[in-house]
């Protein structure tokens, strides 16, 4: 580049900002400048050129909706059947203590 294809530019920056580009080892205002103004571009053409696939996207975050709906429902039935299963044992050690209160079988019987 000539110097006449140059384009100076003044620009103020919060400091914490600048920090963190700093952190990402830009030690020059210049060259972080500038690789941003390429990203900008390079996004905003990235943009466009997708605004066809966009109903696809929505379609796959549909899926997913409806996949996390479905393992919501699937967690709730788990719940639920864990909820009557300690239920029933808490009922059947209910009646095992009510059936025969200290009385036990001699031992040679195991059923």
Not at 17 to 30: A, F, H, I, Q, R
Not at 40 to 55: D, R, V
Not at 103 to 108: L, Q
Request: glycine residues 4%.
């Amino acid at each position: 580049m000539t110097a006449e294809e140059k384009h100076k530019i003044n620009v103020w920056c919060p400091g914490s900002l600048w920090k963190n580009v700093e952190s990402l080892g830009y030690d020059s205002p210049t060259k972080a400048v500038i690789i941003a103004f390429e990203k900008l571009i390079e996004y905003q053409e990235l943009g466009s050129h997708q605004e066809a696939s966009f109903p696809e996207i929505e379609k796959r975050l549909e899926e997913a909706q409806n996949q996390i709906d479905d393992l919501k429902k699937d967690k709730e039935d788990l719940i639920e059947m864990y909820n009557k299963h300690v239920l029933q044992v808490q009922t059947l050690i209910n009646q095992k203590s009510i059936e025969a209160p200290g009385a036990r079988k001699p031992w040679w019987r195991f059923w």
